[in-house]
């Protein structure tokens, strides 16, 4: 199976903050590699695909980068809306799997 | 604007099967584009694919699961299903249908429409 590393585990941010948060597969994964945000009680939303293509109805301050093994999401100008849990993953083959998420906390 | 429905028993006894039917609507399971998954993710963790079932029925389990679990598609009501059997408390988690693109025999998309979750209990 390809691990998915993703690193900070939390994070602290204030409104208006810009973060990073980073993805790492165990193997390379070319760029099918895909971002999501996950509220309380909610599903997992898609942010981010192929690494680097927003999804529709999604702001443009989220945005992706990477190919290979090492894959980035940035979040600029954080609202409250944005606090919340972020996971990368991984669509290269099966099984699929994804990151252990990233808590963005205020 | 395709939507997708989990329903099932959210109590399951130890030992015996746990089973999940995820209808969607706004949508055909039929089209081909896309890829019918199953994932879960236990309280207070992370998200883990169980599986997943194209169009013609064929299907890929993760391996961790592959014994207990099967997944099958009824294109004729817009479904799709999955049975896990022999469950534990372990098992217990919120229980996801996904969609993802069909892009090739193995590389897929991103899940870009999700049902809510159901939660299932595994207690006696």
């Known amino acids: 199976d390809i691990q998915m590393t993703q690193s900070p585990s939390s994070l602290s941010a204030s409104v208006g903050d810009r973060v990073t948060i980073t993805c790492r597969a165990s193997?390379?994964?070319?760029?099918?590699l895909n971002w999501y945000q996950q509220k309380p009680g909610r599903a997992p939303q898609l942010l981010i695909y192929?690494?680097?293509t927003l999804q529709s109805g999604v702001p443009s301050k989220f945005s992706g980068s990477g190919s290979g093994t090492d894959f980035t999401l940035t979040i600029g100008s954080l609202q409250p809306e944005d606090f919340a849990t972020y996971y990368c993953?991984?669509?290269?083959?099966?099984?699929?799997?994804f990151g252990q998420g990233t808590r963005l906390e205020i | 604007q395709v939507q997708l429905q989990e329903s099932g028993p959210g109590l399951v006894k130890p030992s015996q099967a746990l089973s999940l039917t995820c209808t969607v609507s706004?949508?055909?399971?039929?089209?081909?584009?896309?890829?019918w998954n199953w994932i879960r993710q236990p309280a207070g963790k992370g998200l883990e694919w169980i599986g997943r079932?194209?169009?013609?029925?064929?299907?890929k389990y993760n391996p961790s699961l592959k014994s207990r679990v099967t997944i099958s598609i009824d294109t004729s009501k817009n479904q799709f299903s999955l049975q896990l059997r022999s469950v534990t408390a372990a098992d217990t988690a919120v229980y996801y249908c996904?969609?993802?693109?069909?892009?090739?025999?193995?590389?897929?998309?991103?899940?870009?429409?999700w049902g809510q979750g159901t939660l299932v209990t595994v207690s006696s």
């Open positions: 706004g949508g055909s399971l039929s089209s081909g584009s896309y890829y």
């Open positions: 996904a969609r993802n693109s069909y892009l090739g025999l193995v590389v897929s998309g991103g899940f870009d429409s």
């Open positions: 193997q390379s994964i070319s760029t099918y």
């Open positions: 079932v194209y169009m013609s029925g064929s299907t």
């Open positions: 192929a690494a680097s």
């Open positions: 993953h991984q669509s290269y083959t099966p099984p699929h799997t």
